[in-house]
């Protein structure tokens, strides 16, 4: 069992920066593939972002390429998502989840965080 809890979330503007934080409990976290995942109001749940269980391998949404950065220390049982050049289409509920396999399918994903509001405005 692993427990995910998301912070960092807040209101920023348009440009403006935030980091994304998502602690993990348990002994296990440096043996899950970790990935984010943002919904928007109305919207269906979509990949942001994936880094393999040691961090030495990263996927990324067309979306958030160049602007997204996830990364992870195994040791504070943490991964993070960088977000830079933020826009208001980013906007949305952002999600951490702890992976079976590492992809882009939610379905791939056994553990889920709560999530953390980002509001980006313009």
């Known amino acids: 069992q692993v427990q995910l809890v998301e912070s960092g979330g807040g209101l920023v503007q348009a440009g403006g920066s935030l980091r994304l934080s998502c602690a993990a409990s348990?002994?296990?976290?440096?043996?899950?593939?970790m990935g984010w995942f943002r919904q928007a109001p109305g919207k269906e749940r979509e990949f942001v972002a994936v880094?393999?269980?040691?961090?030495?391998?990263?996927y990324y949404a067309d979306s958030v390429k160049g602007r997204f950065t996830i990364s992870r220390d195994n040791a504070k049982n943490t991964v993070y998502l960088q977000m830079n050049s933020l826009k208001p289409e980013d906007t949305a509920v952002y999600y951490c989840?702890?992976?079976?396999?590492?992809?882009?399918?939610?379905?791939?994903?056994?553990?889920w965080g709560q999530g953390t509001q980002v509001t980006v405005s313009s």
């Open positions: 880094i393999s269980n040691n961090g030495g391998s990263t």
């Open positions: 989840a702890a992976a079976i396999v590492a992809g882009k399918g939610s379905n791939e994903y056994r553990y």
């Open positions: 348990g002994r296990t976290f440096s043996s899950y593939p």
